[in-house]
């Protein structure tokens, strides 16, 4: 099993930056992507980013893309750099880990690829 916990959260002015931070342990051997996805009230979770946890190789919705950075250090740590924020950033962002297959990366932006959840963080955005 692998744990995972996100911090860094919080309320942002449009336009402004956050950092968000995934901290994994437990059987990160087993990890393959790690990826993040949100979910703003009465919608379906979706992928905003996802990193190949070996060779570090990154992908975005487009939604994000210019915006977000998403990398990771050797301590199992994930970080979610957001920038120029706007209000329909607004969710709860999530981190999860999915375990190696022989799909693509397109699985890879699917929720269904994930196996294990973090408990999740707000981020609000006020225009």
């Known amino acids: 099993q692998v744990q995972l916990v996100e911090s860094g959260g919080g309320l942002v002015q449009a336009g402004g930056s956050l950092r968000l931070s995934c901290a994994a342990s437990g059987r990160t051997s087993t990890i393959s992507f790690l990826g993040w996805f949100r979910q703003a009230p009465g919608t379906d979770r979706e992928f905003v980013s996802t990193?190949?946890?070996?060779?570090?190789?990154t992908y975005y919705a487009d939604s994000v893309k210019g915006r977000f950075t998403l990398s990771r250090d050797n301590a199992e740590n994930a970080y979610l750099e957001m920038s120029n924020l706007k209000p329909e950033d607004t969710a709860v962002y999530y981190c999860?880990?999915?375990?190696?297959?022989?799909?693509?990366?397109?699985?890879?932006?699917?929720?269904?690829?994930?196996?294990?959840w973090g408990q999740g963080t707000q981020v609000t955005v006020s225009s």
């Open positions: 999860a880990a999915a375990l190696p297959t022989p799909r693509n990366i397109n699985w890879y932006k699917l929720r269904a690829a994930y196996r294990n």
């Open positions: 990193i190949n946890w070996s060779g570090g190789s």
